[in-house]
């Protein structure tokens, strides 16, 4: 199934668009994130506009069919590299993070020389799931609690009680199944493939070295939350690209920090970055890049597609990952990273603060509380699609970008 998108007067869009063919040939080279600060310190002084008028309406079906929701979850939260955390939430051998996000029982692992790698959850003897528990730990070995055989944090079949009852038995055709994982930018990636081989490298398009400039690499991870959210995953990607309602769904809460709309965006490959102006962003006209700030003037987000948004918040980060379970529900994952562990408990006090502002404050009393709201309403009928304006655009060209990829 395809779906066209069509402005409001029945006409087929024709604004930007980049395909993918030319996205697989394009290199790391996209401005520097000042760029974007310049463009909207050149707005906030009267000196260009704003996007330009649009109407666009996404199919209600996109949020609503269950035959191309398989097919996104088959082609991009299982045919893409994903998110699932951060390196510094499991610093030493032995820790462990278990996780049934993307349809497929994980274990993600620091072994003893200090590297990180993925295996399915599942014993090579006769199945059961090695670690019951979903969540993070530290195991000196993987015992399986049905017969005990025993896996090294390498994935290795170390030992296979009563082994002379197999006969003939070769243990190192036993090992766990391997699942593609590497560490970009502190970021733990996984393709949900196992035995697969992933193309982080293109895939990233030069994403990983942008938000080093963030200094998420070293950063710590500080707490998480994850959220089952009666929503499409794709309603809520459309909540964090979307500067319209900043200033007006959240004018109890963040709302005060932002001039009304006012956002930069572009592509880097499959990505989209964004750039959300400060009340700050005044002090940046005519500034020289170097005195620009990258989290004092603006609000940076990357929509790391498919499935996740980094929020680049003044002082600390977001990473979100969203791991659609079905049509209609999200699994919504949410780590707060700071740029170091708390020095002292008044420090820890206040990222607690914070993490409880942004995580339950923020996210799940407005936006989340959104995307449910209209989930709610898509099967009644009252639109045969969602609207979007000019502030809106590059939520249309996420979804066209998911587009692209459902094509056969
Ligand atoms: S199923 Fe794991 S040891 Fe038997
Ligand atoms: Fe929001």
Known sequence: MSFKYF????????????SLKQVSNMTASFPPPEALIHAL??????????????????????????????????????????????????????????????????????????????FLNVCRHRGMRLLEEEGQSCQRSLVCPYHQWTYGLDGALRNIPLQESFGDINPAEFGLKPVPTEVRAGMIWVLAQPGGTMDLESHLAGLDAEVERFGLGQSQFHRQSVKRVPANWKLIQDAFLDGYHVVRLHKNTVGPFFPDSMAESDWIGDH???AVARNEITEAVDQPQEGLDLRHHATFSYTVF?????????????????????????????????PRAPKNEEERAHFERSFELIDRGVFEAEDIRVCIGAQKGLRSGANDGLLFGGFESWAVNFHRRVEEYLQD
């Open 306 to 338: 498919p499935n996740s948004v980094l929020v680049m918040h003044p002082e600390y980060t977001s990473i979100m990952s969203f791991f659609p379970q079905s049509v209609d529900e999200t699994l919504f994952v949410h780590s707060m990273m700071t």
């Open 272 to 274: 989209i970055r964004n």
């Open 7 to 18: 402005s409001g007067s029945g006409q087929l869009l024709t604004c930007e668009q980049t």
């Open 41 to 118: 310190a050149e707005r906030s002084a009267g000196r260009t506009g704003g996007p330009p008028p649009l109407q666009v309406k996404i199919p209600a079906a996109a949020y609503t069919d269950e035959d191309r929701f398989h097919k996104e979850h088959q082609r991009l939260i299982m045919g893409k590299p994903v998110i699932v955390g951060h390196e510094s939430q499991i610093p030493d051998p032995g820790d462990t993070l278990v996780y049934d996000w993307l349809g497929l029982p994980i274990i993600t692992i620091r072994n003893t020389q200090g590297e990180i790698g993925s």
